[in-house]
């Protein structure tokens, strides 16, 4: 690209042309030559749109704002690759001018960005391949070649001086190994990882890219302490986590390595961690995995004479390595024998780990058979506990006593307590008027108490009535009304199961009937004695006392509904308490039949319904 000259020389004046003179003149130092040079080019040529021109004359910019300290602009305007194609001068004096500014005494020792451009010129100057003939340029000044002893002697020297000061500048700013300007300078030194322009929180380079470099250059150590600050529980170091996503991958690679350094090292508790959380972030155990896993959950807990020292150590490593590898079949039986040992071992002072220790095992191994017999000796002992009144009979479960009989048919405790829990469902049963559920429970109690068939209709409500009757004798409810309730409704489903045949049974039952109603007469409303009579428990004529107890209530009541206005509610009271005096002579239905009449006992009391 050109344009004529506007001094009338007739010479042509070229885009690149501008930049030598402008370069030249920089590296002069004459500075009042270089902006309006700089300037023209701006004005005549724009935005070039070659790359070696768009280079070139960002460097320039950069430098000259660098050279009035306009760090933010420079940092902007420097570009991050192709810097071959700028005068080596140009990048060196913008390069030591970085350091310099670093360098400060109180200056800005956090500025980012200058830090950034240091490290991105000075990998270009310094590298082993020499893209911006760097040599050449100290050739040129020194007048004679830089011989291979020296250049290699001066580079270290000038590479150690910039990581120096870097690693100081990060020991002020408090900046980790992922987030350490140092950590930048490696990886750029091995690749591209810098945009100057485009430092972010992390630090110069990504998070990820920070961590990948400490991995990949041995320092899985150095990026392990430095995540761990960063967050000090590795529980919740989980691949897909928005916190450890970046990471993830890398972690895992690092842990791995010192799962297996600690391997090595004997410290088996701390490698079966690393490998666990490793493979919690995504980490694929490999055979050199595998086996370190092996051989620290064989060790893991032990002192180094093979003898036991920790049992929660070893428990706790030899989980982790079986999650590792769960289809190890060695692992998992030690792992199983181990937590039965342990079972065993508090099965006295600790029953209640002692249980867990059994019942991980079985499901570790699920046919284990001194586990089950470890959970089954417990079951025996809660039975025992039990029937002699030291435990609640809630606290063990119906199916589990089953299924220890199923393996053990002779066992008296198992047999007993179940017999009581199906003595106590048939009376719950009954008591709530579900004698079909009762009766089913008394086959139960029959199965595991006697030897005679459960399946005989007559026997079933035999034992059924007696257990109403024995359950009628106590209780623990909470009043005296609740008690005498309870009891009334457990005689009079044994009276109905009975039938004719046992007639003491409703005789058992009416004295209840009357116990209950004299209490309501004492304790509570006439209204709740009338209810009673009500639910036809006891026929009219059957009880003196209960009839007075009846009509009384009646007479009371209308004497309350009289007071109150109530004169047709009174009337109808008074005449109900006429008809119980009279003992219940024919009359016509007042209430129409009861749907709850007895077929023995035909005494007219429905007339009342």
């Known amino acids: ?14 885009a690149a042309r501008l930049l030598d003179e402008a370069e030249r003149a920089f ?3 004459d ?3 270089v902006r309006p040079l700089v300037q023209r080019f701006h004005s005549e040529f724009g935005t070039p749109d070659a790359d070696d021109a768009t280079v070139r004359y960002a460097v320039l910019r950069a430098a000259l704002a660098a050279r009035v300290g306009n760090w933010p602009e420079a940092v902007q305007r420097c570009p991050d690759s192709e810097l071959d194609l700028a005068a080596t001068g140009v990048v060196h004096a913008l390069a030591v001018g970085t350091l310099r500014r670093l360098g400060e005494e109180g200056g800005r020792h956090d500025d980012a960005g200058t830090a950034a451009l240091a490290i991105v010129l000075w990998a270009h100057l310094l590298d082993e391949d020499d893209p911006g003939d760097f040599r050449a340029l100290l050739t040129g000044r020194r007048g004679t070649p830089v011989p291979d002893e020296l250049w290699e002697k001066a580079r270290g020297q000038l590479l150690g001086r910039i990581t120096a000061l870097l690693q100081a500048l990060d020991v002020r700013g408090g ?9 930048a300078w490696e990886a750029e030194r091995s690749g591209p990882a810098v945009i100057p322009a485009d430092v972010g929180a992390d630090g110069l380079i990504p998070l990820g890219h920070a961590a990948r470099h400490l991995v990949g250059h041995g320092r899985h150590l150095v990026l392990l302490e430095a995540y761990t600050a960063r967050h000090p529980d590795p529980s919740t170091w989980i691949a897909d986590s928005p916190d450890h996503r970046r990471c993830a991958d890398v972690l895992a690679r690092a842990l791995a390595q010192r799962g297996q350094n600690r391997v090595r090292g004997g410290e088996w508790s701390e490698a079966l961690a690393d490998f666990s959380t490793a493979a919690r972030l995504g980490h694929t155990l490999d055979a050199k995995d595998q086996a370190a896993v092996l051989r620290a959950g064989k060790n893991v807990g032990r002192r180094r004479n093979g003898r036991g020292h920790s049992p929660v150590t070893r428990i706790h490593g030899l989980e982790l390595a079986h999650a590792l590898l769960p289809e190890d079949g060695p692992q998992a039986a030690e792992l199983t024998a181990e937590l039965v040992r342990q079972g065993r071992k508090v099965f006295d002072s600790d029953p209640r780990q002692s249980r867990n220790r059994f019942a991980r095992a079985l499901l570790v191994s699920p046919h284990a058979p001194d586990a089950r017999c470890g959970l089954d000796d417990h079951l025996r002992a809660d039975l025992r506990r039990v029937l002699d009144g030291a435990q609640p009979q809630e606290t063990i479960r119906p199916a589990a006593v089953r299924d220890l009989l199923r393996r053990d048919p002779d066992g008296a405790p198992g047999r007993e307590w179940l017999t009581r829990h199906y003595v106590g469902q048939a009376v719950a049963a009954a ?4 004698t079909s559920v009762a009766r089913t429970a008394v086959r139960k109690v029959i199965q595991y108490s006697e030897t005679r068939s459960p399946h005989s209709v007559g026997l079933v409500d035999d034992v059924l009535v007696d257990l109403l009757i024995d359950a009628s004798m106590s209780s623990d409810a909470e009043s005296p009304r609740a ?3 309870h009891r009334v409704a457990l005689l009079s489903t044994a009276a109905v ?3 004719p045949a046992r007639g003491h049974v409703t005789e058992q039952c009416d004295a209840a009937v009357l116990d209950l109603a004299e209490h309501l007469e004492a304790e509570a409303s006439p209204s709740d004695v009338i209810g009673l009579f009500l639910r036809d428990l006891m026929r009219i004529g059957v009880s003196a006392r209960f009839d007075q107890t009846v009509e ?8 309350t509904r009289e007071a109150e206005g109530d004169f047709g509610g009174a009337q109808r009271d008074r005449a109900c308490a006429e008809r119980i005096g009279a003992g219940l002579s024919d009359q016509g239905l007042l209430f129409g039949p009861s749907p709850r009449r007895r077929s023995d006992h035909d005494s007219g009391q429905e007339s009342l319904f």
């Open 431 to 434: 008591s709530r008027g579900r």
């Open 31 to 33: 500075f009042g030559v």
């Open 552 to 559: 009384s209530a009646y007479l009371r009541r209308a004497a």
């Open 483 to 485: 008690w005498m309730e």
């Open 27 to 29: 590296l002069r130092a």
């Open 1 to 14: 690209m050109s344009v004529d000259d506007t001094g009338g020389s007739g010479r042509t004046v070229t």
């Open 497 to 499: 199961v009975a039938g």
């Open 175 to 183: 900046r980790d190994a992922l987030a350490a300007w140092e950590t």
